[in-house]
């Protein structure tokens, strides 16, 4: 059953995630002014800033860049606390304040950009920032988009799958899908209605209904669901970059218009360093470890008979067989990875060997804490 399509990516790179919170105050109002930032928030009241409210933003950021060899591996090991400390600084300007004193027009995209511009040093890649849990904005060095998140219940199974496997049966899903429209730079003031007008028509199509009766979705895998939801709205009217589909918290894909990307979830759980004696200090414990959570994804044409990238059971099994080398063991001691930088390589490494058209590698080793390998082409 496994679909290996003939894949060349030769060159990767190796970024850093971290992530850190902001809890601050805010008024999107057109007639909202900047007042002395010597006075508290307290202070500046309706008419000076109508609408003023509140959210817990969460930034996202990328940093990093391509790793050509271990010297360059080594030098962006030792550069990370320079950029926490960063990160923090600017974390710590922002917190508990109101952004207005910041930034004019306080907008998910503008605070987006104005924590990318911030960070331009240290070799920012992207800012993936949330102000609910519903919604967001997602900005790179190219583009900057919108995204939000709806939910609808359905059922459906595949046709196509070998006898006996169980998405053969009738089954549903809590489905979430985000939505990722593109804003343009000269005008990104937020547009709370714009993607929720966008999915309203598609909810009232698949909303507690089941999808293999839908026309265009006879074989609903989370694939071929992607880009029909993106054809709908985008054929519609609607300016639609990207769609993600969740069957469950831990696997989904993506359709940009022309490209699909899996993904599947799992977690390992590994010590790292070693016990050392020294006679003067006595036993120095430098042993400690981790659960890394781990996010593969799989970019490759969809297989025409059974409308996915690969099976997501496929990608479980290939992953386990190299995480059984990994999980419940001592990474230093039996395979001599010294950081987490140095197993993300490594996994990365030895999933490409397998011959599953991996396109990116997420190793967290606390939310949103992390390394990220990307492939290219």
């Not at 003031?189 to 009766?213: E, F, G, M, S, T």
Request: with cysteine; glycine share 4%; charged share 20%.
């Amino acid at each position: 059953m496994v679909r290996y399509p003939n894949v060349n990516r030769s060159d990767s790179t190796c970024a850093r995630r971290a992530t850190f919170r902001l809890n601050a105050a805010r008024s999107l109002a057109a007639n909202s002014t900047t007042i002395n930032t010597t006075d508290t928030i307290s202070k500046r009241d309706q008419s000076t800033h109508p609408n003023l409210h509140g959210h817990t933003f969460v930034a996202t950021v990328l940093l990093g860049s391509a790793l050509e060899n271990t010297t360059e591996l080594q030098q962006n090991v030792l550069n990370y606390p320079e950029r926490i400390d960063a990160i923090a600084e600017l974390q710590s300007r922002l917190d508990h304040t109101l952004l207005n004193d910041f930034i004019d027009h306080p907008s998910d995209a503008n605070i987006a950009n104005y924590i990318f511009d911030a960070l331009s040093h240290l070799d920012v890649q992207s800012v993936h920032l949330t102000s609910a849990p519903d919604r967001g904005v997602y900005r790179n060095t190219e583009s900057l988009s919108a995204w939000q998140t709806f939910q609808f219940e359905a059922a459906h199974q595949l046709p196509n799958v070998p006898d006996g496997h169980k998405c053969g049966r009738m089954h549903g899903h809590s489905f979430y899908a985000n939505i990722f429209t593109p804003l343009n730079f000269d005008n990104i003031a937020n547009h709370p209605n714009l993607l929720d007008n966008a999915w309203q028509p598609i909810k009232a199509r698949v909303n507690y209904k089941c999808l293999n009766d839908i026309a265009g979705l006879e074989n609903p895998t989370s694939e071929n669901l992607a880009s029909w939801i993106w054809h709908q709205t985008n054929t519609s009217g609607w300016d639609i970059s990207r769609v993600e589909v969740l069957e469950t918290p831990t696997a989904g894909c993506s359709f940009t218009g022309n490209i699909h990307t899996a993904w599947k979830d799992f977690s390992i759980d590994c010590a790292l360093g070693k016990k050392t004696s020294n006679s003067a200090k006595g036993t120095t414990d430098t042993l400690f470890g981790h659960t890394y959570h781990v996010r593969a994804h799989i970019e490759c044409e969809l297989d025409p008979l059974y409308g996915w990238t690969m099976d997501f059971a496929d990608i479980k099994n290939v992953f386990q067989k190299v995480a059984n080398q990994l999980d419940h063991y001592n990474i230093s001691e039996t395979l001599g990875l010294s950081d987490n930088t140095a197993l993300a390589n490594y996994l990365a490494t030895a999933l490409r060997e397998t011959g599953i058209p991996l396109c990116k590698l997420d190793v967290d080793h606390n939310p949103g804490q992390g390394i990220v390998v990307k492939f290219t082409r």
